[in-house]
């Protein structure tokens, strides 16, 4: 099994035609840009008839040694190293690359098309045209489920939610179900009991977002989950009851976001974060993977750190962590010299 | 897609029987108690005829500018800024309003009774009357499962289970897989290889415990892993082989408890908390979100942190964490002190 | 429900079989070794023909108390306080106990054999001889299934992935969902947005791995994502894009790992870890648990904390951690024996 295994989606296109698709510059009176382009691989699989491509830095070195027929990269990039490397120049390798994986690769092709047999679809639900339904989803009583989405295996989605247009969920991700809620009280026989609120709110899904495997996103107790147009979230996280993220937002493995917070639009949260709630993200904020956010994060901001610090400031407060032995041999020192001079002052 | 997107399950009831049915008090001689309340909504998005609730003080301003007709809120509370609004006055407004939830809006309807067609329960698992089972949803063999449960879409409890009566479980989550249970060995060819464990035991979930979605409890390994009667377990929860979890607990999203570790009754474990495996955690305990426990918690302790410090402790020592720039400034200055202290010893 | 709710799969065997079963040693001469033993059981649910083991030094109390027939115990192990326990002395009792399980118990009887007609299987997919699949199973276009696999129920695996023979998939687990890749770029009207990057890798399972509920593991960008042989992973993990796990390895409930990150063989991943992307975890190397990895880790190296440090050194760093409010004590002790100091200097 090696990395041969993977799909051959690709039919070809020319060097020419290739460059064209993704916006990138040839260098002039190339000879070979006719020669045909059938794959994407990575710098290290790569060979002859594949376009590769460099964007992160780590990996300039391999530039050198791959033996695709063509690299997209930065416009600044030479490589006298491989002369026979045809390089694609763009302004913005990774968005170039990934035109080029839809021209040679597409999108998947679906083994059927609408709402399978097998899935569930409630009859007071309804499901915009090009939708994909796959085997085992269910789709709740008056939920609405745009155009062109694609729900893959087991997908749940409950009643009364609100699913955009090219929407796309992962396998066994749960939309809408009820939120954590609950009121402790008191009984009459003197224990103390968790009782179920009703939660009578739903999930709004905007249009152009996509949701990993295995996340849940729970319905509103009164009121709305929002997840805003065009953002995207990762496999395993949670969302609580009446979150609202914003537009255009990242949201990585294993976030959590408590109940009733608001995100603002292109917020980038890494993996692991959690994020407590009642409280407010601003637009443009990035959180570090495994933050602990207890507090509003003002717009544009880089918070770290559990608890969440000004990134500038969390920096330095992580490096002297890692530094306290240091610290606690140079309070030692200190005490000596104290002790030293305490002595010495006596002397005299 | 507004916050009018939310069920209206609601038929509406007067002011004056829903006080009387949450257990409020109305100030003596207001006029208007006939008036008809129809749903519950948020300060911010209720309007005539509707019925609202103040119980985090965060939201107290919201008061005096909400449209409602009623607001559910504390004794101690008054809002002359808001003249028309009708308090109802009550020692635990949060419970109350889930009342009210109870009252205008009711539990989901579901929509069908009993063992859903294409779920599959195995013929020798048993399930008790007025339990809904959804789409989807795999009950293995010899399960019991008691009365008036709710295994939403896609549930999976395995072989051998015990499920209480009014046990909720939401979509996705799976009840007695195999524990993470291997025997790391070095085989005859001198290799070592995890060897499997047959997992032997069963999970018990007791009376009136809800599990949210994507929950994951595996069975003991031997004997039995057990959530106690009337304990909320949160979305992408999971919990270990031999795990006993005490009546009344409350665990958020992403908790982890690994294998064979015992928690008492009323425990309130917050979000990506990990409690290590073999340890005890008492009764009434609190673990504060991302918290990891290492040892054992005495009863009604709160504990933050990782690893996991007594509540007063742990804010002081995250204070100075926070702070450790400072720290590293005063040794610094006491560093330059000792040193001119001792430039001016040797000059004496 | 009680321990006696779990499952009784034995049949029984004479103590003299299952010590020569499990290549233990019985004392010479001892009477009894013909008795049945019929269960393996904890140490405090054992009774009369029930074999029990000891492996964790914490539960060494209870072999003086166990009613248990026979214990499996490490050669050196004495119990004179329980002079009717056999111990059945080994050098490896927890694999000894895995066999013991094995020949008393047995691994799980399926209620039926091969794919299950309510599990879906695409026409182009193969599915080997002696596997099972439960029902609520997707297995996608052109997938390869090996030989004697088990697929609990709800397990999706997505197209053109490969899973080798003796693998075991717990329920809802996903496997080949796309990752999260996505190239951010600022479109003509001036808006970023996330565009979809085709995910055209797959995912490779190798033989003999095991997977737990709720797992989601991605499938690489171009090429493949690996699990490799052996390899055991718990419930609620998420593997990103293009991550290579080598052979042996375990991986403990919500680990994540970024994309294109590189494991070698026999890593132990403990609960809760972070993993950022396109880094290089060594062979044989341990990381603690709520770690968070930005960094190669080298072979044979066992790190701890966030960010994650070589262990002797983060055994320091945290219980100074743990020590704050004492070093800003001696902080101030020092502040004012300076401030003396400089005092007495002036007035010398």
Redesign the interface.
Known sequence: ???D???E?GTGVTLKELAAAIGAELPADVPGTDVLIRS???LD?AGTGDVTFLS?P?YADQLDTTKATAAIVAASVTCPANPGLMLLKTK?P??A??LA??RL????KH?HAGV?P?A?V?PTASVGAGTVI???V?V???TKIGRDCIL???V?V???C?IGDRV?I?????IG??G??????KDADG????????Q???V?I?D?V?I?????I?R?A???T?VGQ?T?I?????I?HGVKIGP?G?L???V?V?GSTVIGH?ATIA??V?I?G?IKIGDGVTIA??S?VMADVPDQTTVIG??A?PAS?AR???F???Q??T??D??KK??Q??EE??D??DE?
């Open positions: 099994m090696t990395d295994a993977f799909t989606r994407c691989r990575t699989s992160n780590k913005d990774y968005y690359w990934s994986l839809v690769h597409g999108h998947r083994p399978h097998s569930h409630d796959y085997p085992g269910f709740g009583p008056r893959y295996p087991n749940v409950y009643d009364d609100m796309i992962h396998a066994g991700s749960s179900p009820d954590f809620g609950f009121a402790t009280h224990v103390w009991r968790h009782h179920k609120i009703p009578v709110g739903n709004v905007e152009d996509e990993g495997s295995n996340t849940s729970s509103g009164v009121g709305n929002v065009g995207k990762d496999n395993n996280v949670a609580g255009h990242l990585v493995a294993h959590g408590a292109h993996g692991q959690g407590t009642h993977a495994q602990g559990s608890p610090m400031h330095r407060v992580y002297l962590f890692t306290l032995p610290i606690q140079r309070i200190l005490e010299a104290v001079l305490s010495a002052g005299v």
